[in-house]
């Protein structure tokens, strides 16, 4: 598919328009080439690649079990299926400002838009996971990892997002603004403030004092009963579905799963799953079909 | 996961035993290392890696468009993710004789059971598409491939699948049974003849005729309203359930997706998928929690 | 060291314009980044990433027994550490023309400046082996490969150059020209005709009754002891030095390794071998030391 | 070549056996599949997977800037070219214990004998270079790094030795006894005590005071001129020539190409390089032969 369809960089040039739009930009997640072919069809703007639903594609924990370049082999494949631009999750970098300037390099190879990267350790545990294993990095070498990646780009337009995880970790509002505030001056172009709380009150406290001195995006997974137009009252940049696609087909995989299993029959379930050809269509089949008579010319 | 369970090579040996036990057995498509999990859990004994739905997850074509060793990385994840044997769908065995050796090396030390190659060419093109390309492989030149294959094995345990298209390729059954029969003499361990009749009627006159030779494998995604008991009273010793997870899931994506971006909200699915504590569940995080205790001592 | 020098496109007119030069060029082989990097100091404008030679350094036959993705990761080590062209040889194309693009995808968004394709069959079989295996594709199939590569450029000064093997097959002169005239016709930008014959006669023959319709590419592995100005002298566009330096290097790691094996010390051979600042030197390891000291501030 | 030669988790059991064997050991480094077969044939009993020259060979920095999965590639060819133990240099683990248990299992796979793991922090930076960012890891946290690899795996043979970079770090022979002392109580097979020192003065006081309560290994890249009965009267059970094929090999392309660039002309080299017929050899092509006799028939 991604044969007919010009990989450009002008893809980051997109993603930093979205971010810098007054209107408020949903996200979706993906976590391989399909979800996000799914999530491009069904009209998001821009892909979040998510770290914890690719690890979760891969079998593995949400702890930089996959090594970069194998979430790099992931990304590479969602973007040649897609072509809205996709924020990479970087975790906290993969490791030092030297390792994030690389996964960068190979990132604007590839076609991808932009990363946002944690202020947390490698390797990093989830932010929903064990509070007490939430350290944060230092003020100083964070905003270091900020220049070195902003200081390497090929592409200036390739979008720097800088995550902070102050609420995660329970340092506080006024943390996260003096941590935002660092990442600003040292070149993020765009900030995540997460949090885990079941309302927004935290990060809209976080939205307000900030008074947009750099576009803001939230996560809202536990928050998200959140309706959109109090994320654009606060004057929110972009929301990110960070792990629904994924989500919803656990459900369905194992309902399936298990009806097939009892009924030792897939007749139930025919009515309710994508044709073949819909599969085919997906991998844009028909591109290949009319390529073979280009070039094969006959029947081989 | 993987990290308490050994990957040990037993699993061709539990392949072997289904595909020789005379009940009928259930395998179950896989696609990636989640939905390996998920197909695991719901109780399928053993599982068929899918060369149409590894491909559709990649966002490629079903004619071998991801490498051998791309293809290979997916198995990996799947291995590591479940204890039951995996049957690898390896298409015409990506190359030649030698080509097939080599995947098949790796197959062993990554704990896969077994593999099953196609008489159709190099790249191939789906069963389903394009009748008029379906050319098949010359009996000679794939026999050659099922005695390499045979030769090469470390465990002599693993299984050895072939699979003829002759009814795909149009044939007829005098055809497709001479091929068994020439790949049964050249070491294969089961046979899966391939049907794109909406009836069984095509594969049941082959098994009339095969009489139990060896075991037959069918995959009837086309015939899938046959019910167990007639796959049982033609003696068929394994049914491959060949894209039914994937096919569920883009269903399921396509809803998620739409409504969320009409909806402007994830509230509205929020019931209906996954909780994150179920993805974690997934992930094994259990078993790394534990160990971050044992190995890490007090928070960092 | 690739950090500091921007990856672009621009290699692709370099080596296009070395092509189409009247002087005479010639392509260092490479098989690594170590030595791509070190043909690039000696002076050479474009270097030729040899089939033989990686294989070789991989430890497997020049039969396509790595796959292409394989191949690609060593091809971008490559690109990276250096900044002169690098034509790849592409053996058959690792299949048909579909995969002929995806390789041609993937070697733009690494900054390869070019790929040659023979026209033999998947696997190959290096031309210096085994003449009676020595296949050749079809006229039109490969027709059909060129016209595939020059239509999915997205940068169109990539290079293609068509390779004909028809001398190396034992089919004669007017074979060759028949074959070199339908891949002019069909798009190529070059044409490089083998020949495994200790003096140039053959090749000569061809380069006389070619009449530089397109730049003609040699590669006297066997017919090394022609001086460079016959080659001049026959017009010829480039001469590839096809496996020198891993030639060379055998030899060398074969002295050392018994030496220190026999006199069970590495004393005898320290002055013979490059100080470890050299290494560092080539590493460039220079530029990671002055960004420590920009981005990590003082020691951690 | 691997083909016809067994991979077998038996190579953990020699590599053990080695290490406690009271005479003293030599392995060669090797950076690539082919200097492992070299380096075997030269009649080394095993063979060290050195960080440093696989990152040269790959054109990066000895600073993990290849991610292991990478580096981990590199490894499986090594391990498919030869039958001796391969020791690998595992740097400081890639990571946390648990990154370390993934790499150590994935190693058991592809049939590599043993990982070093040195008690720096991630990524590293070389011993040799920076005196003044060689600091350490935590000992608690490094033990627990150790306790996870023993408790991971699944051949028990399979080694893991402890490297202290005490001396590295300028903390002193005390500080390296303490170290070691713990690493073998969490389980170590076996120490590497590094000096960067000229002499061996400051690695035998290790020695003399270690008293041999686990085997001690030692990297006498700078002390290069020490004898071998040297190191036999301290008892030391194995030392690792860790870098001198690739310090060869670089010196020798150097010189080929340069050459060949002023010349323009292998004519000059040819004598000194291995003809074609050594590169084939060692990439094991008659055993390929053979096969195609044996699995294709007659030519195609």
């Known amino acids: 598919m991604a044969l007919v369809e010009p990989v450009t960089q002008r893809r980051t040039a997109r993603l930093r328009a979205l971010l810098h739009d007054p209107s408020l930009t949903f996200l979706m997640e993906a976590h391989n080439a399909l979800s996000a072919r799914i999530a491009q069809e069904a009209g998001f703007p821009a892909l979040w690649a998510s770290g914890l639903t690719i690890s979760a594609a891969l079998g593995v924990r949400d702890s930089n079990e996959a090594s970069w370049t194998q979430v790099l082999e992931v990304l590479e494949f969602m973007s040649d299926a897609t072509t809205v631009p996709i924020l990479m999750d970087g975790d906290s970098g993969h490791g030092n400002f030297n390792t994030l300037r690389r996964l960068i390099r190979k990132l604007e190879q590839r076609g991808i838009a932009g990363v946002c990267v944690e202020d947390k350790l490698f390797p990093k545990t989830n932010s929903f996971l064990r509070a007490d294993r939430q350290a ?109 696609l994924l989500r919803g087909s656990i459900v369905r995989m194992q309902e399936i799963a298990e009806r097939i299993r009892r009924e030792e029959s897939a007749a139930g379930v025919e009515a309710a799953i994508a044709p073949l050809a819909e599969v085919f269509r997906l991998q844009g089949d028909d591109e290949l079909e009319e390529a073979e008579r280009r070039y094969l010319g006959g029947p081989s």
């Open 136 to 244: 944060l990095a230092g003020v100083d070498e964070f905003c270091g990892k900020i220049r070195a990646a902003r200081d390497c780009l090929l592409d200036g337009e390739f979008v720097v997002v800088a995550r902070t995880e102050a609420l995660i970790a329970g340092r506080g509002l006024d943390e996260a603004l003096r941590r935002a505030e660092a990442y600003r001056r040292a070149g993020a172009d765009a900030i995540v403030v997460h949090s885990k709380q079941p309302e927004p009150n935290e990060a809209f406290a976080f939205t307000r004092e900030w008074a947009d001195r750099l576009p803001v995006v939230l996560i809202p997974t536990r928050y998200f009963a959140t309706p959109a137009n109090a994320f654009r009252e606060q004057g929110v940049s972009a929301v990110i579905w960070a792990n629904h």
